[in-house]
Every structure is written in structure tokens, then in C-alpha cells.
């Protein structure tokens, strides 16, 4: 086998493999002889067709079948020859492929970029630290109170926290626009849910009140012929409902999963659920910070059949959570590239980055850390060794707990190099941080 190669432009590589036509044409008559041997064709017994029928009727849809494979051996075996790293699939351009000469074809690829790794030491790093307090978990079973609150209808005037059932027509310049109407609608006053202004009206009207309000529409608002315009709103309240919160009882518990213990085993479960929120925000933190130094201090090449390949994961993803495989639209159209190259490229440069790391500090992945975090994720089930069970007999599902601990590891590496800062926070603001983040 002749291989030459060539560096065109940046990561690009240029082959030329140049294959015997023995190699072929040896191959190709070997699948015929086989094929002969059970082939029908009429006029003749099984087995006792005459090499040329046979040859005519199969020797170019063989042929091309061994080319193929011929073409993909070669180059596997060409760019172990040459010492090279293929980033994405490559694209060949046959250029001899006739019957009886050498085969020979030109594959055009990207190599991984060589990445030269920063001095981590000067990195400085912030590193929150927080507890979940008895008010935190008080205030966390408030919440799964209101999540699992009730409406009661009643004879007053509406307050923020009410929930209101309204009528409204939206107008500008006395003109109805689109969007702006809507017929019992329910809305809870205080949630931010409608543009400023259109809450606070409600406030104090009771059931059977009509008023109209003037608002201001944000100046970002998604509707471009009412962004920063002043419009009216003719509002008619139908009626006015305040929360009623569930009782901390045996039925309120068991929506949790808490058949026995009650109170103590539900606080027990909370403040559990907290400290493992709590645990993951505050790692995230942490990890965020170093990813954006990593990227921030590493200038590297980035393949673009990488980018490519990242763009689609990316936009499968999307699809994914909005459920949008079942549509019959043109999703790149919907979703185009440029929505994810940036993120994408990032994605790209900080998984060439950090496996350079992980391949110059021989870093591992950790059996410990990764039972520890399968067992961390089968807690929040029913039957938590079933799902560890499972993960341990799925070599891809253990694979990606492993790629995240090493990932974990990655942070750790370069958290003991960097400077840090240890800074007190809350439970509080460190999910609301998360949250904002995610």
C-alpha cells in the first residue's frame, strides 16, 4: 500500500492511498466463488452456474461492496502508518477504481489540534461554602405546601398572593392588538407573569369589578410593534380565589413517598433532597469557574467536523425536551446552526482541553467516586439497587458516570493548583444562583 499525505490548511490533511489491485480484485473473485456456490438462476442447477454468469450478473455490485471496504481498511491502516488523529469521518475522492488497476483514492480530513495546557496556578477561584438550615427546610416545606395548594373563592377585594379570574381586552392608540385578549384567565397576583404594570391594577378590585389600567410595554418585548408603547387595558374581575395551603398530615406526606414516620421521617427526606441540591450547586459552582478559565486561558484550533458533530447533539437535545421529533417540519430551518456554534465551540475546545489534562496528569477515572455517584443518583429512586444494579451492567451507562468523574477529577487537579478564596454563603443563594445559571 503507497500513502502520501499533506497538510492543506490549518487541521485539514490531504491522502493519497494507493492500494494493489491484487488486493481487490483478489477479494472480489473470492465473494463470487462463494456467492456461485448458492445462487439460482434459471437454466441452471444450484451450484453450477458458469463463473461468467455469475460475473455479469453480481461483478459490479460485488466489486463496489469490496472497494468500500477496501477504501475504509486502508484508510484506518494509512493513518496508523502516518501517525495521525482523524477529528470527524473523512471525505474520499475515489480516483482510480477501474477493474484490473490499482486502487487509489484521496480522503480529506481534520486532525486534533496539538493543545499546549496553561500554568493552573494562577488561576483564582471563589469556592462558596453553605449549610441547609432548620429555616431553610421550613422554608423549603412552605413551598411544597403551595405546590400542592388549593384555590378558595372569596367576598373581598384581591391582594397580591390571590389568584384572580379575569376578563381583558388589550388596545393601542384605541385600537384592539393581537395578543391582548383573553377570557377567564387565571392569574396570581405577585407572579410576575404578565407585563409590569397589569398585576398591581387588579389589586384591590373584587369580584365584579371593571377598570381599565395603562400600562408600558417593555422596551424588549418579543412583539416588535409593542416594544416601549403605552397601551390600555379594560379589565373585568369574575372572581377572586386565595390559597389554601395542605395540612402537614399522613396524606400530605405520602405525595412524597413518606408512608411511616411522619413528620420527622418527611422533614428527614427535605433536608436530605436540600443537602444533595446543595452539594451539586455548590460543586457547580466551583466547576463552572474553572471550565471558563480553561477556555479563557487556551487558545486551540478547533476541528470543525467537531463542531459539526456537537451543533447536532445540541439540536437533538432541544428536540428532545420540546418534544419535537414527532413534528413533520424542517428543524434546520426551526433551529438553525448558528443558534449552537457558540456553544458548540466551547463544548469542542473544553473537551480537547480537558483530555489533555486528563492524558499529561494520567488522571483516572475513580472507582470509588464513581460508585459513590451512582449510588447518589439510585438514592432518589424507589428501589435504589435496581438502578445501581443497572447502571453497573450498561457498559454506556457506567461510561458516562465515569466521563463525568473524571471531569470531577479534571476540577479537583486544577482546584489544588489554583488560588482560592473560601467565601460563607446560604443555602439560598446558592440554588438561586444554580438556577439562574441553568
Known amino acids: 500500500m503507497q500513502v502520501s499525505i499533506e497538510t492543506t490548511s490549518g487541521l485539514e490533511r490531504r491522502l493519497t492511498v494507493g492500494v494493489p489491485a491484487d488486493q ?5 473473485q473470492k465473494r463470487l466463488q462463494q456467492a456461485a456456490k448458492n445462487i439460482r438462476i434459471n437454466g441452471f442447477r444450484k451450484g453450477k452456474v458458469p463463473m461468467k454468469v455469475v460475473k455479469q450478473r453480481y461483478g459490479a455490485s460485488v466489486r463496489q461492496e469490496v472497494v468500500g471496504e477496501v477504501i475504509s481498511r486502508s484508510f484506518y491502516e494509512a ?5 495521525v488523529k482523524p477529528a470527524g469521518q473523512p471525505s474520499i475522492e475515489p480516483k482510480q477504481v477501474e477493474e484490473g488497476k490499482d486502487l487509489e483514492y484521496i480522503a480529506t480530513f481534520e486532525v486534533y489540534p496539538s493543545v499546549e495546557l496553561g500554568d493552573f496556578s494562577g488561576y483564582e477561584l471563589t469556592r462558596k461554602t453553605a449549610k441547609v438550615t432548620e429555616d431553610d427546610i421550613e422554608t423549603m416545606i412552605d413551598e411544597l405546601r403551595r405546590h400542592q395548594a388549593t384555590w378558595k373563592a372569596v367576598e373581598r377585594a384581591a391582594a397580591d398572593g390571590d389568584q384572580v379570574t379575569i ?5 393601542k392608540d384605541g385600537e384592539e392588538f393581537e395578543g391582548g385578549k383573553g377570557e377567564d384567565h387565571k392569574l396570581v397576583l405577585g407572579s410576575g407573569s404578565m407585563i409590569p404594570g397589569f398585576e398591581d391594577g387588579i389589586v384591590g378590585m373584587k369580584a365584579g369589578d371593571e377598570k381599565v389600567i395603562e400600562v408600558t410595554f417593555p422596551e424588549d418585548y418579543q412583539a416588535e410593534e409593542l416594544k416601549g408603547a403605552k397601551a390600555e387595558f379594560t379589565i373585568k374581575v369574575s372572581e377572586v380565589a386565595e390559597q389554601e395551603l395542605p395540612e402537614l ?3 400530605f406526606y405520602a405525595k412524597f413517598g413518606i408512608e411511616k414516620g411522619g413528620k420527622t421521617a418527611f422533614r428527614k427526606e427535605v433536608k436530605a433532597n436540600m443537602e444533595r441540591e446543595l452539594k451539586n450547586a455548590l460543586r457547580a459552582q466551583v466547576k463552572t469557574q474553572v471550565m471558563d478559565k480553561l477556555v479563557e ?5 478547533i476541528p470543525k467536523a467537531l463542531v459539526g458533530s456537537e451543533i447536532e447533539n445540541l439540536r437533538n437535545q432541544m428536540m428532545q425536551r420540546f418534544g419535537g421529533q414527532q413534528q413533520n417540519f424542517d428543524v434546520k430551518s426551526l433551529l438553525p446552526d448558528t443558534m449552537f456554534e457558540e456553544e458548540a465551540k ?3 475546545a473544553l473537551g480537547l482541553i480537558v483530555g489533555e489534562i486528563i492524558k499529561t496528569a494520567e488522571i483516572k477515572p475513580d472507582a470509588e467516586r464513581v460508585r459513590e ?5 439510585a438514592s432518589t429512586y424507589q428501589d435504589p439497587q435496581e438502578v445501581i444494579d443497572y447502571y453497573y451492567s450498561n457498559r454506556q451507562m457506567l461510561g458516562n458516570i465515569e466521563s463525568a468523574a473524571l471531569e470531577d477529577q479534571v476540577v479537583e487537579y486544577i482546584v ?6 473560601d467565601e460563607e454563603s446560604t443555602y439560598e443563594d446558592v440554588v438561586k444562583s444554580k438556577a439562574q445559571q441553568g
Do not use: Y
Open 24 to 28: 481487490v480484485e483478489g477479494e472480489v
Open 79 to 83: 493513518v496508523q502508518k502516518e501517525s
Open 167 to 171: 376578563d381583558f381586552v388589550g388596545r
Open 249 to 251: 398530615n399522613k396524606e
Open 297 to 301: 486561558s487556551h487558545e486551540t484550533d
Open 346 to 348: 466551547r463544548r469542542v
Open 373 to 377: 455517584m451512582v449510588e447518589e443518583m
Open 416 to 421: 489544588e493548583k489554583a488560588k482560592v478564596t
